[in-house]
Nanobody, 114 residues
Framework: VQLQASGGGLVQAGGSLRLSCVVS????????VGWYRQAPGKQRELVAR???????YYADSVKGRFTVSRSNAKKTVYLQMNSLKPEDTAVYFC?????????WGQGTQVTVSS
């Protein structure tokens, strides 16, 4: 199973980015897919996730600004990030869970300038 993340970049505060994570080598039958991030010197934290049934969870710091979604047909999970802040700067990782198995993609860097 491979998760390929893309869409990161450099953006000014207030701007938007859309991250994508494409799954290959497996059916897209994960219980939960989502996004984590890790800023320099900080622990990796959960940003947002979505279940197979469509239920979502967001960290308080991103509620109202980020939207997580999934396309089973495209085997892709998305993270739409609006109103970005400098504190959103981090490496973002996609994650997928199926039973006891957990999979991670490589990170994609998001840098928000003030």
């Amino acid at each position: 199973v491979q998760l390929q993340a893309s869409g990161g970049g450099l953006v000014q505060a207030g701007g938007s980015l859309r991250l994508s994570c494409v799954v290959s080598g497996s059916a897209f039958n994960f219980n939960v897919v989502g996004w984590y991030r890790q800023a320099p010197g900080k622990q990796r934290e959960l940003v947002a996730r979505i279940t197979a049934g469509g239920s979502t969870y967001y960290a308080d710091s991103v509620k109202g600004r980020f939207t997580v979604s999934r396309s089973n047909a495209k085997k892709t999970v998305y993270l739409q990030m609006n109103s970005l802040k400098p504190e959103d700067t981090a490496v973002y990782f996609c994650n997928a869970n199926r039973g006891m198995a957990e999979y991670w993609g490589q990170g994609t860097q998001v840098t928000v300038s003030s």
